[in-house]
C-alpha cells in the first residue's frame, strides 16, 4: 500500500464521516426550540368588592428552525401532593367564572394556533380565585406549553414561581386579624 492509497483512504473516512455528521445535525437540529416564559399576579376587582382573581402571563417564543403548533397552554399548580393541577391560559382561566375583559394587546390566541419559525406570542389571562381550595397550601407555579415538534408531541416548561396565589391567601387572614 502506497501513501497516496493511505491518503486516499483517510480523505474517504474523514469525507463520509462529516456528510454523516452534516445530516445527522440538520436532522437533529431541524426543529423547533420552543421556550415558555410567564408572570403571575394577585388584584382585586372593584366591581365586585372583596372579589380576589389571579393573573398569569405567558410567552412562547420559537428559536428554531420550524414552524409547530402549539396545542395547548396553561400554568402548572404544585401544592407538594403529587396531584398535577392546570390553570388553563385562556379566558376564564379553569376558575368558576372569567372577570377578564383581555386589552388589544393581549389577546390570548384560539388554541391550538401556528407559532412561525422565530416567531413569538404572548397574552394576559385573569380567573376568579373563588372556586380554587386549598389556596394557602399551592407552592409554586410554571408556565407550561404543549406543541407538536415534527410527529410528537412534547411539554415546553417554564422556571417555577413562588406562588403568589399563596402569599395572598396566608396574608388574607392576618389583614382580618388587624
Request: proline share 4%; charged share 20%.
Amino acid at each position: 500500500m502506497s501513501y497516496s492509497d493511505i491518503l486516499a483512504s483517510t480523505a474517504l473516512v474523514v469525507s463520509l464521516l462529516t456528510a454523516g455528521w452534516t445530516a445527522w445535525r440538520a436532522w437533529r437540529w431541524d426543529r423547533p426550540v420552543v421556550s415558555v416564559s410567564g408572570e403571575q399576579w394577585i388584584g382585586e376587582r372593584s366591581t365586585a368588592q372583596g372579589r380576589r382573581i389571579a393573573g398569569f402571563s405567558i410567552e412562547v417564543v420559537n428559536t428554531g428552525n420550524q414552524t409547530t403548533q402549539v396545542i395547548a397552554a396553561y400554568w402548572q399548580i404544585d401544592r407538594g401532593n403529587g396531584v398535577n393541577i392546570h390553570f388553563t391560559a385562556t379566558h376564564g382561566g379553569g376558575g368558576i367564572d372569567s372577570l377578564f375583559d383581555a386589552p388589544d394587546h393581549a389577546n390570548a390566541p384560539a388554541l391550538p394556533f401556528t407559532l412561525e419559525r422565530y416567531g413569538r406570542c404572548a397574552w394576559d389571562f385573569e380567573m376568579s380565585l373563588d372556586g380554587v381550595q386549598e389556596q394557602e397550601a399551592i407552592i409554586r407555579a410554571r408556565p407550561v406549553v404543549q406543541f407538536t415538534s415534527r410527529k410528537n408531541t412534547e411539554l415546553a416548561y417554564g422556571a417555577w414561581q413562588p406562588s403568589q396565589i399563596a402569599m395572598d391567601a396566608r396574608r388574607l387572614p392576618e389583614k382580618r386579624d388587624s
